[in-house]
């Protein structure tokens, strides 16, 4: 099989680091006053402290998820490929529905871009996991 | 398209596992082409062929309605 360009396997565990240090961030942020910038109207300079606050948590999260997204597993075949890509259409088509869907009903513009940078990574690592556990189920039973 | 993965083996006396590592998958992926479950590319089917020494068609055939 040809090499795909995918971070290495032990980088899940970087990646799931990433997305659960996100939530003592975010809570330690919140009761220090942190307001996310989404929340706010967008000030200019950067590296202030929300902005800091910003990239602490929906950032962290969203590499993190990345990251755990895109990590090889420990047996990459053409099966487990194909696997990939049927999961990233069905996000690319779930992502859409729900994007459409906002921008119908929900004049909210900065929390429909937020919920852009989870849904489809996070439908992605659900539907892909889902589908090796029952493959893997399947032949546990047959043994 | 159907196979007859499961037979060969049997006459040949390898596992899943052993004829995974011969071709170079996972023994998930053996399992679902066994089951039909699965199609492999034609490198894999080549190289499942080649493990029991012969011609594609011996093996894998296709169904009415493929």
């Known amino acids: 099989m040809k090499p795909h360009f995918l971070f290495p396997y032990w980088c899940r565990y970087l990646g799931w680091g990433l997305v659960i240090a996100h939530v003592p961030m975010s809570i330690i942020g919140r009761a220090n006053g942190m307001i996310n910038p989404l929340d706010n109207p967008p000030t200019?300079?950067?590296?202030?402290g929300e902005h800091l606050f910003f990239i602490c948590t929906s950032l962290v999260m969203a590499l993190g998820l990345f990251i755990v997204a895109f990590s090889r597993e420990k047996m990459e075949d053409e099966q487990i490929w194909q696997v990939r890509l049927d999961s990233l259409r069905w996000a690319i088509y779930i992502n859409y529905l729900v994007l459409i869907a906002s921008l119908i009903f929900i004049y909210d513009t900065a929390h429909i871009l937020e919920l852009n940078l989870w849904v489809p990574l996070i439908f992605f690592i659900i539907r892909?996991?889902?589908?090796?556990?029952?493959?893997?189920?399947?032949?546990s039973r047959e043994g | 398209m159907k196979n007859n993965i499961r037979v060969e083996r049997a006459i040949k006396n390898i596992t899943q596992g052993e004829l995974a590592e011969q071709v170079g998958v996972s023994r998930q992926t053996i399992n679902t082409i066994e089951s039909n479950k699965?199609?492999?590319?034609?490198?894999?089917?080549?190289?499942i062929a080649r493990v029991f020494g012969k011609p594609l068609e011996e093996i894998f055939m296709l169904e009415e309605g493929d």
């Open chain 1, 44 to 48: 200019q300079s950067l590296f202030t």
């Open chain 1, 128 to 139: 892909f996991r889902w589908v090796i556990f029952r493959l893997s189920r399947s032949l």
């Open chain 2, 38 to 47: 699965y199609v492999p590319s034609t490198v894999l089917a080549l190289k």
